[in-house]
């Protein structure tokens, strides 16, 4: 063993303070608490971040697809070019949308939407709208009334400012005009609400409107075209084979745009945000580990004498070096273990505890309007914990190389003259 019985004796008494060394310990336990509070801090504040970055990932995925096929005016003959798409290797499946811009009233109030023309069963195929679902079905969604589909989808926030519920009536005002005797006036159209979801993202949950893509087609007069084609492929995080496959397949004019390029500003600004503060934090554990440095020396300095007489008795320098490197390695590993185990119980908990703060402080402390998520989202990561807790080691380590190398190089001779 590299710490022989004797060395791991004298540093074990040396850690138990006396009455007359009780300031040592005091520093000692403030060097413990601290590097506990920074390894905490640093894989609580990771794994929130991972937990955003996840879960915005997840959304952005599971509700807009992973590869999007658009043109400057719209994309004709859609069905041919989605079947040529979905023939493609890894792909799995190709929605045609139209998107625009509108306006929607209801109960006296107007707001601006992203509407989008969909298929039936291509809504129903979007995952976060089927598991979000908090009123309504979509089996209605696309039944026409004489003829004419007049259903409709939004998000839970969107019918809250509205004031609708399922069943109820709103009024969308394209950006388009019809001639009139009366002149130029906007094309609208009276829908049923189907269906609310709640995806618990805030753009989704209050901007957006889903229409049955025929009905779309009419009101923004497309005629037979679409602004857009989704596709879904099998491996979303690996997207430059099945990219050029399809790229292969389709006009030069049609760009092939994926979702880490449409989410790229978003993603990298989480990305960054996270590398700066695990920085940070990191230089908080640095200055926790200060206090190591500090109690080490003062300790040093206390038991100089004690030094001298190991040193008499035939201990070596590299035996005395080891006896306070063992010392404070013990603070830092302790800290350390301690700070990990807060960590993880905090942030298995993160939800719970954020909800126990704001009944007990009266206040929201995760608004969604700002952080765009209903939940506080944290997820571990394995490579992140093992990269804080060794870190934390290497500091402490670091920090007690200094006060063990100077208590090793005690002269007993001198020591002992002028005692």
Not at 148 to 166: N, Q
Not at 261 to 269: E, I, L, R, V, Y
Request: glycine share 8%.
């Amino acid at each position: 063993m590299i710490f022989n019985a004797t060395e791991r004796f004298l540093a074990w008494r040396y850690i138990r303070a006396k009455r007359r060394e009780r300031f040592i310990s005091v520093v000692s336990w403030f060097a413990y608490l601290g590097i506990a509070l920074g390894v905490a801090t640093l894989i609580i504040v990771t794994a929130v971040m991972n937990g955003f970055r996840v879960e915005f990932m997840n959304r952005i995925i599971g509700f807009n697809g992973h590869l999007a096929i658009q043109a400057p005016y719209g994309i004709q003959e859609a069905p041919e070019i989605a079947r040529k798409i979905a023939d493609c290797p890894g792909v799995e499946q190709v929605t045609p949308l139209v998107q625009r811009q509108a306006m929607i009233t209801a109960s006296s109030r107007i707001l601006g939407v992203l509407t989008q023309g969909i298929t039936p069963q291509d809504l129903a195929a979007k995952k976060p709208i089927k598991e979000g679902l908090v009123a309504g079905s979509l089996s209605d969604f696309g039944k026409e009334e004489e003829g004419v589909e007049t259903g409709c989808v939004l998000g839970r926030k969107l019918a809250k400012k509205l004031h609708v519920r399922v069943g109820e009536k709103i009024t969308l005002i394209a950006p388009e005009f019809s001639e009139t005797g009366f002149g130029l006036i906007p094309r609208s159209k009276t829908l049923r609400v189907e269906a609310i979801f709640e995806v618990g993202m805030r753009d989704y949950d209050g901007h957006i409107v889903f229409l049955p893509l025929s009905l779309a087609q009419r009101l923004f007069r497309t005629t037979e075209s679409v602004d857009t084609l989704e596709v879904v492929v099998r491996d979303p995080l690996h997207l430059a084979k099945v990219t050029e496959e399809i790229r292969a397949h389709l006009d030069p004019l049609l760009e092939v745009v994926d979702w880490q390029s449409m989410n790229k500003t978003f993603m990298g600004a989480v990305e960054v945000q996270r590398n700066v503060l695990f920085l940070i934090l990191s230089l908080m554990v640095l200055v926790a580990s200060f206090n190591v440095v500090s109690s080490m020396v003062m300790l040093v300095r206390d038991k100089t004498k004690d030094i001298a007489i190991l040193r008499t008795l035939g201990m070596t320098r590299g035996g005395v070096l080891r006896i306070f490197l063992l010392i404070g390695s013990f603070v830092g590993t302790m800290g350390t273990l301690s700070g990990l185990g807060l960590g993880l119980v905090f942030t298995w908990n993160i939800e719970s505890i954020r909800r126990g703060l704001e009944s007990l402080l009266k206040t929201n402390l995760f608004p969604d309007e700002v952080y765009f998520l209903s939940t506080l989202p944290a997820q571990l990561e394995g490579g992140d914990v093992a990269v804080t807790v060794l870190i934390a080691l290497c500091f402490s380590f670091l920090a007690t190389l200094y006060p063990a190398w100077k208590a090793s190089c005690c002269n007993p001779v001198e020591v002992l003259r002028y005692e």
